[in-house]
């Protein structure tokens, strides 16, 4: 008998079979409940994730006479026993990849109009179709929007940015997820078992990570396994060899080495590695994957705080994800990585002097203590003192009456306000007696939009209230002009005055900096100008 891959084998027969993406089904399934079939369907997801699969369930229901309560085809009636055969007349299956041209569009819309051989609904399924040409796609393009009552069509893509937006609002769009680690670690291991396949926990959640969320990629990466395996046993050596993963057990023995600080043992393990062909990547990616379910279950595993802290661990974490970029672009990459393992190896060593000169420079603070104690009761003498220091800055604040003063007071308050405001600038200094207070704003001719906004009432107001706010006079005290200056006049506003300060601060620390003779020295070692 002819094997058959597992993808194709466990091809869902049912609705219920699809791994993953029950919000689809659902609408589905509903649809074809209530009778409200659209004319056209759009399935977008990446490969392997069942659009296809769904596709071909949804015709099949489209065909079936005799639906169950969850929709799915009966498999008997002429319907589907007609669908079953490959070579149906009502369910038109191709490839918008090898059938991409514009001769082939108008052959399958030539026979669009042609009624079904039986039952009601005649079903196109395009795969790939963002393959079509323009051409083809301004062909299909009114039949796709008016298609006769009997025929459907499902569209599948994994590319939905390359279809025209015109294709794309004729269709009700479904888009598919990539199916979790969890649901893809439980749907092969349900299929491990049926098959008799040996396969441990661990194992199946590698080839979960490895699927990426798509079904039939994950089944690939069995069926590799299997290929490997004469017994149907999946093993450390089995993945190790058919998917070139990194043994289990020498990531274990290679991190042990690691956290004890054994480096003959850590160049053990890696030219193990290095032996068996694992790519570096995939060393350095289990390495990492360890390290970090270490720290998830760092206070569950107080084995590990025997060996390092939590805080270490992070430490090691970070630079083996740091240092393997490095590693990978590097002209000899296996021994880089070698290196940067004995680093984190060897990390204790690196920063040994560190809480030696800590500890010294506390030992001198110590034996100075006693000569400072008198100094000591003298600071701590006035300590009144502060209080006046802080009520003193506050109402330095108060009295900046000022204009810019102002406008900061009113950035805090109501930005957009400020900012139109300081679109002006004034016209005479601001007039306050202490109890009243009068603002003259002008505007040139390019901040007219800015003059006819503030200069509604409301707005006006609202400048008011916070002016008398500011200045602490009754709203009633307060007045605020606004002014169109003439346009011959030179006028520049707050905010461009503003914008010449910084520019001439930011000019004068370039100079600055130009001027650093360690520039001067490099300018001259390099024959060069900053």
Same mark, same amino acid.
């Given at each position: 008998?002819?094997?058959?891959?597992?993808?194709?084998?466990?091809?869902?027969?049912?609705?219920?079979?699809?791994?993953?993406?029950?919000?689809?089904?659902?609408?589905?399934?509903?649809?074809?409940?209530?009778?409200?079939?659209?004319?056209?369907?759009?399935?977008?997801?990446?490969?392997?994730?069942?659009?296809?699969?769904?596709?071909?369930?949804?015709?099949?229901?489209?065909?079936?006479?005799?639906?169950?309560?969850?929709?799915?085809?009966?498999?008997?009636?002429?319907?589907?026993?007609?669908?079953?055969?490959?070579?149906?007349?009502?369910?038109?299956?191709?490839?918008?990849?090898?059938?991409?041209?514009?001769?082939?569009?108008?052959?399958?819309?030539?026979?669009?109009?042609?009624?079904?051989?039986?039952?009601?609904?005649?079903?196109?399924?395009?795969?790939?179709?963002?393959?079509?040409?323009?051409?083809?796609?301004?062909?299909?393009?009114?039949?796709?929007?008016?298609?006769?009552?009997?025929?459907?069509?499902?569209?599948?893509?994994?590319?939905?940015?390359?279809?025209?937006?015109?294709?794309?609002?004729?269709?009700?769009?479904?888009?598919?997820?990539?199916?979790?680690?969890?649901?893809?670690?439980?749907?092969?291991?349900?299929?491990?078992?049926?098959?008799?396949?040996?396969?441990?926990?661990?194992?199946?959640?590698?080839?979960?990570?490895?699927?990426?969320?798509?079904?039939?990629?994950?089944?690939?990466?069995?069926?590799?396994?299997?290929?490997?395996?004469?017994?149907?046993?999946?093993?450390?050596?089995?993945?190790?060899?058919?998917?070139?993963?990194?043994?289990?057990?020498?990531?274990?023995?290679?991190?042990?080495?690691?956290?004890?600080?054994?480096?003959?043992?850590?160049?053990?393990?890696?030219?193990?590695?290095?032996?068996?062909?694992?790519?570096?990547?995939?060393?350095?990616?289990?390495?990492?994957?360890?390290?970090?379910?270490?720290?998830?279950?760092?206070?569950?595993?107080?084995?590990?705080?025997?060996?390092?802290?939590?805080?270490?661990?992070?430490?090691?974490?970070?630079?083996?994800?740091?240092?393997?970029?490095?590693?990978?672009?590097?002209?000899?990459?296996?021994?880089?990585?070698?290196? #940067?393992?004995? *680093? $984190? =190896?060897?990390?204790?060593?690196? @920063?040994?002097?560190? +809480?030696?000169?800590?500890? %010294?420079? !506390?030992?001198?603070?110590?034996?100075?203590?006693?000569?400072?104690?008198?100094?000591?009761?003298?600071?701590?003498?006035?300590?009144?003192?502060?209080?006046?220091?802080?009520?003193?800055?506050?109402?330095?604040?108060?009295?900046?009456?000022?204009?810019?003063?102002?406008?900061?007071?009113?950035?805090?308050?109501?930005?957009?306000?400020?900012?139109?405001?300081?679109?002006?600038?004034?016209?005479?200094?601001?007039?306050?007696?202490?109890?009243?207070?009068?603002?003259?704003?002008?505007?040139?001719?390019?901040?007219?939009?800015?003059?006819?906004?503030?200069?509604?009432?409301? #707005?006006?107001? *609202? $400048? =008011?209230?916070?002016?008398?706010? @500011?200045?602490?006079? +009754?709203?009633?005290?307060? %007045?605020? !002009?606004?002014?169109?200056?003439?346009?011959?006049?030179?006028?520049?506003?707050?905010?461009?005055?503003?914008?010449?300060?910084?520019?001439?601060?930011?000019?004068?620390?370039?100079?600055?900096?130009?001027?650093?003779?360690?520039?001067?020295?490099?300018?001259?070692?390099?024959?060069?100008?900053?």
């Amino acid at each position: 008998m002819t094997y058959q891959v597992l993808a194709r084998k466990w091809r869902p027969k049912k609705f219920a079979d699809v791994v993953g993406q029950s919000h689809i089904t659902q609408s589905i399934q509903n649809a074809l409940k209530t009778n409200k079939v659209g004319h056209a369907y759009l399935m977008v997801g990446t490969r392997g994730v069942g659009k296809t699969s769904v596709a071909r369930l949804f015709a099949r229901a489209l065909r079936c006479d005799h639906l169950n309560e969850q929709q799915d085809a009966c498999g008997k009636c002429s319907g589907c026993l007609e669908f079953d055969t490959d070579h149906s007349m009502n369910v038109i299956e191709i490839d918008g990849a090898s059938n991409n041209s514009v001769d082939n569009i108008r052959e399958l819309i030539s026979n669009v109009q042609f009624l079904p051989t039986s039952g009601t609904k005649k079903v196109y399924i395009i795969d790939e179709v963002h393959m079509l040409s323009n051409s083809a796609f301004n062909a299909l393009l009114k039949t796709l929007e008016e298609p006769p009552a009997h025929v459907v069509f499902i569209l599948a893509t994994t590319e939905a940015h390359k279809l025209l937006g015109t294709v794309l609002s004729r269709c009700q769009r479904f888009d598919f997820r990539n199916v979790s680690e969890d649901e893809l670690q439980k749907h092969i291991g349900y299929i491990c078992q049926t098959e008799n396949i040996t396969v441990e926990q661990r194992h199946l959640k590698i080839l979960a990570k490895l699927g990426r969320g798509s079904v039939r990629d994950t089944l690939s990466l069995l069926d590799q396994c299997l290929a490997y395996s004469f017994d149907g046993k999946v093993s450390d050596d089995v993945m190790s060899r058919a998917l070139g993963v990194a043994n289990s057990g020498l990531v274990a023995q290679l991190l042990k080495a690691i956290y004890h600080g054994q480096q003959e043992q850590v160049k053990k393990a890696y030219q193990s590695f290095l032996s068996e062909n694992i790519p570096l990547k995939n060393i350095a990616e289990a390495l990492l994957d360890e390290i970090f379910s270490h720290l998830e279950n760092f206070e569950k595993k107080p084995t590990y705080a025997d060996l390092l802290s939590k805080a270490e661990l992070v430490w090691v974490f970070e630079t083996l994800a740091k240092d393997t970029e490095w590693c990978l672009n590097s002209l000899v990459p296996e021994k880089t990585l070698e290196v #940067v393992l004995y *680093k $984190i =190896t060897l990390r204790r060593e690196f @920063f040994q002097t560190k +809480p030696m000169t800590t500890h %010294v420079e !506390k030992k001198t603070v110590v034996e100075q203590e006693p000569e400072k104690t008198e100094v000591k009761a003298e600071v701590k003498a006035p300590e009144k003192a502060p209080e006046k220091i802080i009520e003193n800055p506050v109402e330095t604040v108060q009295k900046d009456h000022s204009w810019d003063g102002f406008l900061n007071f009113l950035a805090k308050k109501a930005p957009a306000t400020s900012s139109n405001l300081e679109q002006g600038n004034l016209v005479s200094p601001i007039i306050y007696d202490g109890k009243t207070v009068m603002l003259d704003v002008g505007f040139g001719v390019a901040g007219k939009v800015f003059y006819d906004y503030l200069n509604e009432s409301e #707005v006006t107001r *609202k $400048i =008011t209230v916070f002016l008398a706010d @500011f200045f602490d006079v +009754p709203e009633e005290k307060a %007045v605020v !002009k606004f002014q169109l200056l003439d346009a011959h006049k030179e006028f520049k506003s707050t905010a461009d005055l503003r914008d010449e300060s910084d520019k001439l601060d930011e000019d004068n620390k370039i100079n600055s900096l130009k001027e650093n003779p360690l520039i001067k020295q490099a300018e001259r070692m390099f024959n060069s100008k900053v």
